[in-house]
């Protein structure tokens, strides 16, 4: 006679039912909650495409079991807070703009010395993810602050908003434009500015009040942030892209209590947040370009002679870069780094070249197969 044999887990399951339920059924039952925070206000893509939608990817990649909840517009931290924020554990994952704590991520900002060198932001997002993910110097700079690099933002190309009229070094001479950054200080002083750091947060005010003369930021801030309504001027200068700093930092003692499965979906998570964030940031391009003339904006292009010491600039800032590396010491060896970094950049802008910059499921493959499926879960980043 064949007998009907249980194998012991199932066995056991029969009068302990609520012990057997999958992973992914306790996972649901009971999710992760944690603290997130981005300190820009949810218009801005960095926030609503970059928190908000990517929260939702993540809640989906990991079957429930990781539920953000998500601190907008400095609520939690403000800019120059965002490294700690993450560090102290007042979030668990947070964006981190380096270029908020210079001296805290030197690193980090010898790469933001060569933002004006860089025009392609998806490509920018992947290269410097996977740089963060194979370079030991990066790596040991934010074990330091006990965060995992988990991946990147990049803005467009910044452009400057002024409440006159600003086309020539004449023009822009003794106007106070907002940057933010050593390198596109230098370039708005070689332009006959004077160069103030400040905020993204506090440029409307600036604008508005007249402690600014124009403010250097991406176009899509001109509606995100309501900035036509204080700057009728735009011009058409590139002040390059800007990108160091974690879009995502996690906080390490929070991966650490993650499953295998758990890590691989916020990885995955990061993957295809990115694409969210360009596609946002291209959007809301189109749209300020097509509303801009019935907020009574104007876009002028730069004179020969603006457009000159610009392009002289760009043609010197990476050995200019290397030099302040070197100087203030950020790197071992700041030829090889900033070098390897640029190849990285030109081997993603060629991997970007034949992919469709609209499929967000494409980009997220490609950066999965270059970057995140390379990454050994359970051990990293030891």
Known sequence: MKTNRLLPQKALCVG???????????ALAEPIKF????????????????????????????????????????????????????S?????????????????????????????????SMAMMAAITEYNFTNKELQEQYKKWDIIYGGAYSTPEYRIFCKEQVTSPEE????????????????????????????????????????LDCAANALSDLKARSL?????????????IFYVGPQWGVRTSFWEQLDTAQRKALLKSFAMGMPLIYQQYMQDNV???????????????PNAEMSRIIKEFDNNNIERAIAVGKEKKM???PEKFVKDFIAVYD????????????????IADLIMANIYDKVDVATYPN
């Open 16 to 26: 302990l039912s609520l012990l057997c339920l999958s992973s992914a059924q306790l």
């Open 172 to 211: 822009m001479k003794g106007k106070k434009v907002r940057t933010l950054g050593a390198g596109s200080a230098l370039l708005i002083e070689q332009l006959g500015g004077v160069p103030v750091n400040v905020p993204s947060s506090e440029m409307y005010s600036g604008l508005e009040k007249g402690i």
């Open 35 to 86: 603290n997130a925070n981005v300190f820009y206000e949810v218009a801005v893509p960095m926030s609503g495409a970059g928190y908000g939608e990517w929260a939702k990817v993540l809640a989906k990649e990991s079957n429930g079991s990781l539920e953000a909840k998500i601190f907008y517009g400095g609520v939690l931290a403000p800019p120059n807070a965002s490294l700690t924020a993450v």
């Open 287 to 301: 749209n300020v370009m097509n509303e801009a003339g019935g907020k009574g904006v104007t876009f002028h292009e």
């Open 331 to 333: 790197v071992a060896d």
């Open 228 to 240: 036509w309504d204080v700057s009728k001027h735009t011009t058409m200068i590139s002040l390059g």
């Open 88 to 120: 102290d554990g007042l979030a668990e994952i947070g964006h981190i703009p380096a270029m908020y704590t210079p001296s805290d991520l030197p690193v980090s900002n010898l790469l933001h010395e060569l933002s004006a060198n860089f025009t392609d």
């Open 347 to 362: 081997k993603w802008v060629a991997l970007l070249a034949d992919v469709d910059r609209s499929n967000n499921q494409a």
